[in-house]
């Protein structure tokens, strides 16, 4: 007879030798099974498990997985083949969502993503730029603007015009150049 282990999820481990107890023999655990020979070396990720009594091999997946619905990883501690709601393939992060066989890329998700960020950002510009164009028309306004402040004036509002417009700019959002702002140099 052959002795093997069983852990908590049912996995044989072994064969195992138990001690003889003086006066008493053998002592068989609770958590162990005997077999009338010994198992073979089980396939490349797969365990032997006990099932009905009988020994059979079934594929073994414990370890970290990633919820199909989230990406979400998780300790799973069962032996046997996975449901639907898991997969051993890792989430490559945001965007991605589980296609039944593989994460795949969610172009659009994306780009929406970006876009907001885009505008987002071409808002915080628009807000810089009007800080630097209202003393500059105060400026005009009142007849007192020089003609360095008359031309950053104007490069400050075409900036503003070109980051208003960047939405029909080529590649946007997700590949496009930025306007350059009107030089250090310039008040």
Same mark, same amino acid.
């Given at each position: 007879?052959t002795?093997?282990?069983i852990?908590?999820?049912g996995?044989l481990?072994?064969?195992?030798?138990f001690?003889?107890?003086p006066g008493?023999?053998?002592?068989?655990p609770?958590?162990?099974?005997?077999?009338?020979?010994?198992?073979g070396?089980?396939k490349p990720g797969?365990v032997?498990?006990m099932?009905?009594?009988?020994?059979?091999?079934?594929?073994?997946?414990r370890?970290?997985?990633?919820?199909?619905?989230?990406?979400?990883s998780l300790?799973w501690?069962?032996?046997?083949?996975?449901?639907?709601?898991?997969?051993?393939?890792?989430?490559p992060g945001?965007?991605?969502h589980w296609?039944?066989?593989d994460w795949?890329?969610? *172009?659009?998700d /994306?780009a929406?993503k970006? &876009?907001?960020? +885009?505008l987002?950002? !071409?808002?915080?510009?628009?807000?810089?730029?009007?800080l630097?164009?209202?003393?500059?028309?105060?400026?005009?306004?009142?007849?007192?603007?020089?003609?360095?402040? *008359?031309?950053? /004036?104007?490069?400050?509002? &075409?900036y503003c +015009?070109e980051l208003? !417009?960047i939405?029909?700019?080529t590649g946007?959002?997700?590949?496009m150049?930025w306007p350059?702002?009107p030089?250090?140099?310039?008040?």
């Amino acid at each position: 007879m052959t002795n093997y282990l069983i852990d908590n999820a049912g996995v044989l481990t072994g064969p195992i030798e138990f001690p003889v107890v003086p006066g008493l023999g053998v002592e068989i655990p609770s958590n162990a099974v005997r077999l009338t020979r010994p198992l073979g070396p089980a396939k490349p990720g797969h365990v032997w498990v006990m099932v009905d009594g009988l020994p059979e091999e079934r594929v073994d997946h414990r370890g970290i997985l990633y919820r199909t619905d989230t990406g979400k990883s998780l300790l799973w501690r069962e032996v046997g083949e996975l449901p639907d709601t898991v997969t051993i393939k890792a989430w490559p992060g945001p965007h991605h969502h589980w296609t039944g066989e593989d994460w795949k890329l969610d *172009q659009s998700d /994306l780009a929406e993503k970006k &876009r907001s960020e +885009v505008l987002r950002e !071409r808002d915080a510009l628009m807000q810089h730029a009007q800080l630097r164009i209202a003393p500059l028309q105060y400026a005009e306004q009142l007849q007192l603007i020089t003609p360095d402040e *008359q031309t950053a /004036l104007m490069g400050w509002m &075409r900036y503003c +015009v070109e980051l208003n !417009r960047i939405e029909q700019s080529t590649g946007f959002p997700i590949s496009m150049e930025w306007p350059v702002p009107p030089t250090a140099g310039t008040p």
